[in-house]
């Protein structure tokens, strides 16, 4: 119910700012928080899944259901990995529960390995928002850079054609 009724927010929240027009720098930042605030509470939703849910099936339903959430964790570097803390924060909520819940399961023999895998795979994540926020701002930049230099060579072209 309560991952129903973050959804239904988020959607809620989208709308809103869809049916906005012109939006201002002001309105984009009123509306930002919230929107992080509603991501950060998903992440957490989906976290707290591995948590309730781990000891209800066999080996293989519980590495899907820890799949199902590390998948969601790569999802959300294309969104979030411009924004570090706001990504650190919301890999630390989706992947800690299900840390701490694995590495104390007394019935697991390799509790431990696999919740080493998972940090792993925590920081490996981390490392992947990094370098594509880096690789997104190298291509922001170049494509500045490139429409600067074109229109450079245009109006020295225009300017030779003047003068000649």
């Known amino acids: 119910m309560l991952f129903q009724s973050l959804w239904a927010l988020r959607l809620a929240h989208w709308l809103r700012f869809k049916r906005t027009p012109n939006v201002t720098a002001q309105q984009l930042l009123h509306w930002r928080a919230p929107w ?3 991501v950060l509470a998903l992440g957490s939703v989906w976290g707290s899944a ?3 849910f781990w000891g209800l ?3 293989y339903r519980q590495l899907a259901l820890v799949l199902i959430v ?3 964790g790569l999802a959300s570097v294309q969104l979030l990995s411009t924004q570090p803390k ?3 924060s919301f890999l630390v909520v989706l992947m800690c529960p299900a840390v701490v819940r694995i590495a104390t399961e007394p019935t697991l023999a390799w509790r431990y390995q696999f919740s080493g895998v998972m940090i792993l ?3 490996v994540t981390w490392l992947l928002g990094r370098h594509f926020a880096a690789a997104l701002n190298q291509a922001i930049e170049d494509r500045k850079s490139t429409r600067l ?3 450079h060579t245009v109006i020295s072209y225009a300017v030779f054609c003047l003068k000649k």
């Open 36 to 38: 992080l605030f509603l």
């Open 50 to 52: 591995v948590w309730v």
């Open 57 to 59: 099936g066999d080996a």
């Open 70 to 72: 590390y998948s969601y």
């Open 86 to 88: 706001v990504f650190l």
């Open 121 to 123: 795979l925590l920081a």
């Open 149 to 151: 230099n074109s229109s």
